[in-house]
Nanobody
Framework: QVQLVESGGGLVQAGGSLRLSCAAS????????MGWFRQVPGKERELVAT????????YYADSVKGRFTISRDNAKNTVYLQMNSLKPEDTAVYYC???????????????WGQGTQVTVSS
């Protein structure tokens, strides 16, 4: 089992940048695929990006490709989401999640953080 705690959210103007962090507990962090998701009130939670155990394989939603970068530091049990060129439509609660299976479906992620709010003003 792994416990996740996100940080780094906040208020930023359009065009700005934020870096989210997700600290994981446990000694098996490096065995998990990690994902970042986001959710807007009234809408379904959507996948933003994933990264495999080594960091050598990543996936991005089309809406963030070229602007966001997911990375991980297994020595620090931490996964990051660098968000550049932020847009008002990026406003959401951002969650990190961990999966043993590594598929993209949200149901494959049993472990979740509490979320961190990102607000992008126009």
């Amino acid at each position: 089992q792994v416990q996740l705690v996100e940080s780094g959210g906040g208020l930023v103007q359009a065009g700005g940048s934020l870096r989210l962090s997700c600290a994981a507990s446990g000694r098996t962090f490096s065995s998990y695929v990690m994902g970042w998701f986001r959710q807007v009130p009234g809408k379904e939670r959507e996948l933003v990006a994933t990264i495999n155990w080594s960091g050598g394989s990543t996936y991005y939603a089309d809406s963030v490709k070229g602007r966001f970068t997911i990375s991980r530091d297994n020595a620090k049990n931490t996964v990051y989401l660098q968000m550049n060129s932020l847009k008002p439509e990026d406003t959401a609660v951002y969650y990190c999640a961990a999966s043993r299976t590594g598929v993209l479906a949200i149901d494959s992620y049993p472990y979740w953080g509490q979320g961190t709010q990102v607000t992008v003003s126009s």
